[in-house]
Every structure is written in C-alpha cells, then in structure tokens.
C-alpha cells in the first residue's frame, strides 16, 4: 500500500513556502537583510580580485575578516587596504588544496581570532583551452582549487557551526556551474560539482534541521580577477568585482541560497532545459567568444598570473 502523506504533505508545505516567497517580493531588502557586525568571516583566495573585493565588503558591513591564500604579498596588500578602510582583518598563508593544512589553519584561527560563523569559498582557478590539449596536471590542478578544496574548508569549520547551531556558508561558483561553455570544459565540470555539492550539502543540514545557511553565488564573466577572462564576454558586459562582492554580500545577508548575476542569466538557464539542443548551441556562442584559445604555453602564463593576482 503506498503511503499518499508525503504528497500531501509537499502540496501543503510546498504551497506555503511559495506564499512566503512571494511575500518577501514586497518586503523591502534592507528589512530582510540579517545583521553581520562583529561576526568572524573567512575568505578563501582573498589576496586580490574577487576574494578581496569580498574581504572589504564584509568589512563595510560591518564583519571581522580572516583572509586565506598562497601569495604572501597579496594577503599584506588586502589587510593593509582593510586596515585603512577602519577594519579587523587577519591574514594567514593557507594552500587550499592541502586537507591537513586546512585542518592546521583552521584550528589556528580558531585559537587567535574565534569561531568562524561565515566562509566564502572564494578561491578558483581556470584553464582555456581544447580540453583535448591540456596538459593533464592542469585538470588535477582545477578541482583541486574549484571543488576539493571547498570539500577541505566546509568540513574544517561546519563541525563547530552545528555545535553552535549557526553559520553561514558562501560558494563562489559561475554560471559555468549551471551551462557548459567550450574551451572550458574542466572550469565547467569543477563547477558544476561544487553547485552539486551545495545543494546536496543544504539538504542535508535542512533535514538535519540545523540552522545553518548556504548561498552559492553564479556571476557571469568578471573582468580585472587575473582570470584572463575578459575577452570572452560578447552580447554582455563582463562584471566589476565589486559589484559581485557587494552583491554576494548582499545575497549573504538575506540568507538567499542561490543567486545568479545579473539576476537576468536565470532566462538562459530555463532557455537551456526547455529549448533544443540546437538552440542552446546558438545561445552559448552569442553569450561567449568561443574563437579565443591559449597553447599550454599560454596557460602556465595565465596560471601564474592567477597566482599572482588572484592569489590562487
């Protein structure tokens, strides 16, 4: 005999979250938004581009900041800008890809500065290229960076988060996360992972009826990251990184669990599962410049300039 409660539980429940969402349509945003002053958060590959932009936003609004990176120089650079802007910043030299470094620094941080209540996995590397003439370390280098090591930090710091029972957890993903994009194939596949990872990470903590919340965030094109992705942009203008900092944090601060920027890319989402495959096919080359490849020499160049300006 089948249990019918279940559908009618989901009718029921499903009805009235649709209700609340469509209520919060015409609440305005700064009566929604939770307050984050004095909370401890995190961020990962904050020695320049996005992850710093991230570190001076949660300053503004009011958070104590903890950056993670490789690039010793960037980390000061960030803290020093902190500083100046009136704010609490510490700074430590973590390889995200290391579990047991993780592990070490995250109990480091726990000792000098507190419990970390957000995390912004912000660190994130990219290859360009026929995925057929990239050198293999570069695939083992992609998700390890874009997707193993957010598996490292969310389990060094979610224990004390369900102790406590709070915390927020923040995944920078992409809309590569959501739409595979040629000459990019491992960034796709390291990113869609990691959306994955979140939504069945949410479920888990939802079930497990901890108040602890996630928001992964899936900006188009950002220009000035170190990611040599600005001439891939066609009918949209790539993204500043403050303006994808601003708005993660913003998103963070309504407790929203998965926001596109610009809001706009949610058509070409629904275009993707409901039109021909065809017509996908046009769509990613009007959105992308597919025509620009890097030799693998290009790439060690591009990879080293993400170190060194994205700290990754």
């Given amino acids: 005999m089948w249990d019918i409660r279940p559908v009618f539980e989901f009718i029921i429940f499903g009805l009235i979250k649709i209700m609340r969402s469509i209520g919060k349509l015409f609440i305005p945003m700064k009566y929604q938004m939770k307050d984050i002053s004095g909370e401890i958060a995190l961020v990962t590959g904050a020695a320049g581009g996005l992850g710093r932009e991230l570190a001076l936003s949660l300053v503004k609004h009011g958070a104590i900041v903890v950056i993670w990176d490789i690039n010793r120089k960037g980390i000061d650079e960030t803290m020093q800008l902190i500083r100046a802007a009136g704010g609490i910043c510490y700074g430590y030299v973590c390889d995200v890809c290391n ?55 969310v389990k060094a ?62 900006p188009y094109i950002i220009h000035n990251t170190g990611m040599s992705l600005d001439k891939f942009s066609r009918v949209m203008p790539s993204l500043s990184p403050s303006e994808v900092a601003e708005k993660t944090i913003i998103s963070l601060r309504c407790n929203k669990h998965f926001v596109l920027i610009p809001a706009s890319l949610k058509i ?38 993400q170190e060194n300006s994205n700290g990754i």
């Fill in 99 to 153: 579990c047991q470094e993780v592990y070490k620094k995250a109990e480091q941080v726990r000792e000098e500065v507190g419990q970390i209540t957000i995390l912004i996995n912000n660190a994130g590397v990219i290859n360009i290229g026929k995925f057929w003439e990239i050198p293999d370390y570069f695939f083992t280098r992609s998700m390890q960076v874009n997707t193993m090591s957010q598996f490292w930090t």
């Fill in 157 to 218: 710091f979610l224990p004390m988060m369900i102790k406590n029972n709070k915390g927020h957890i923040v995944s920078i993903a992409s809309i590569a996360a959501h739409a595979g994009c040629p000459n990019m194939v491992d960034y796709c596949a390291s990113k869609h992972a990691v959306a994955g990872f979140f939504e069945a990470l949410r479920l888990e903590l939802t079930y497990a009826g901890y108040n602890i919340n996630t928001t992964v965030i899936s």
């Fill in 268 to 305: 070409l989402i629904i275009l993707k599962w409901i039109m021909p495959w065809g017509f996908f096919v046009m769509l990613t080359r009007c959105f992308v410049n597919y025509n620009i490849l890097y030799t693998p020499k290009q790439i060690e160049e591009s990879s080293r300039k």
